[in-house]
Structure formats: C-alpha cells, structure tokens
Nanobody, 120 residues
Framework: QVQLVESGGGLVQPGGSLRLSCAAS????????MGWYRQVPGQQRELVAT???????NYADSVKGRFTISRDNAKNTVNLQMNSLKPEDTAVYYC??????????????WGQGTQVTVSS
C-alpha cells in the first residue's frame, strides 16, 4: 500500500523560510517522479515543483529562485526548501508520486497535505 506523509508546515512571516518533508513508501520512491503541489480553498491544485528518479527538476515560474526540491533515496524522503516566502504562497501543500506505464497507465498518489501560512 502506497503512503505519503507530509510534515514541516506552519506559520511564517513574509521573507521567512520553511522546509517541507514527505516520507514515501520504499517500494515506489526510486521509480516515481515526486512532486509538491499546493491548493488554496476555491482554487485548482497547482504544481509547485517536481523531481524525477534521475533528479531532473521542474518548478512553477512563481517559485523559481526561491524554492528547491530534493530527494534522499536512502531515507525515502522528498523535501521542499522554501525561502523568501510571500503571502501568496499560503496554501495546503501536498506531496505527490507519479509514474506512467504503457500497460497500467498513469499511477498518481497523494499525501494528506500540510498547511503553510505566510502572514505578519
């Protein structure tokens, strides 16, 4: 059974930093693309950053230069270092695991989410 568990959310002032972590099942971590998404109430869930099994990364334009995604295969974790946080970064952040196979199609798994609030 695939499980993703996020941690590290909280309240931070504008310009501050937070580090989110996601613990993933060992059976999927090394073979899936891992990512972070975020969602504000009433809005669509949006991509923040992804990292492939080959460590290729992708970021939303709004977070480039401020956020860094990384993975530690030995610990089965994916992290999101968030610096220079802005009020518009406030959202629930979700960990994601995804892979596409010809026979099985696309498999997507989600964590329960962790709240990040950027406010004075």
């Amino acid at each position: 059974q695939v499980q993703l568990v996020e941690s590290g959310g909280g309240l931070v002032q504008p310009g501050g930093s937070l580090r989110l972590s996601c613990a993933a099942s060992g059976s999927i971590f090394s073979t899936h693309t891992m990512g972070w998404y975020r969602q504000v109430p009433g809005q669509q869930r949006e991509l923040v950053a992804t990292i492939t099994s080959a460590s290729s990364t992708n970021y939303a334009d709004s977070v480039k230069g401020r956020f860094t995604i990384s993975r530690d295969n030995a610990k089965n974790t994916v992290n999101l270092q968030m610096n220079s946080l802005k009020p518009e970064d406030t959202a629930v952040y979700y960990c994601n695991a995804r892979r596409t196979l010809v026979v099985l199609g696309t498999q997507t798994y989600w964590g329960q989410g962790t709240q990040v609030t950027v406010s004075s």
